[in-house]
């Protein structure tokens, strides 16, 4: 029903930023929050933000507030994760993750992209 794909990653030096973005496609209706995952090799899949898509309500995790930002696009259907003063521990694959209602639990969200690569070096 709804399909998500990921694209912006890459490799950074400390200190720089990156913009993701992830598209979506199909019956996107009930899709109500659009979130941002990441995973880093050893770690468990952890939330970054998240956006309530008919209010633009905004959440993040600690690790990132005043770093991040994520935002919409609705023309294009297309939601961001700016990324700036990158760390080294942001290394991992982002993922944007799907669902009807918004939480940080991974299990939540029902439709998931493929992931993109973000290395971040000092």
């Known amino acids: 029903q709804v399909q998500l794909v990921e694209s912006g990653g890459g490799s950074v030096q400390a200190g720089g930023s990156l913009r993701l973005s992830c598209a979506a496609s199909?019956?996107?209706?009930?899709?109500?929050?659009i979130a941002w995952f990441r995973q880093a090799p050893g770690k468990e899949r952890e939330g970054v933000a998240r956006?309530?898509?008919?209010?633009?309500?905004?959440y993040y995790t600690d690790s990132v507030k005043g770093r991040f930002t994520i935002s919409q696009d609705n023309a294009k259907k297309t939601v961001y994760l700016q990324m700036n003063s990158l760390k080294v521990e942001d290394t991992a694959m982002y993922y944007c993750a799907a669902a009807m209602s918004c939480s940080w639990a991974p299990s939540s969200f029902n439709y998931w992209g493929q992931g993109t690569q973000v290395t971040v070096s000092s």
């Open positions: 199909g019956y996107t209706y009930s899709s109500y929050c």
């Open positions: 956006i309530y898509r008919p209010s633009y309500t905004t």
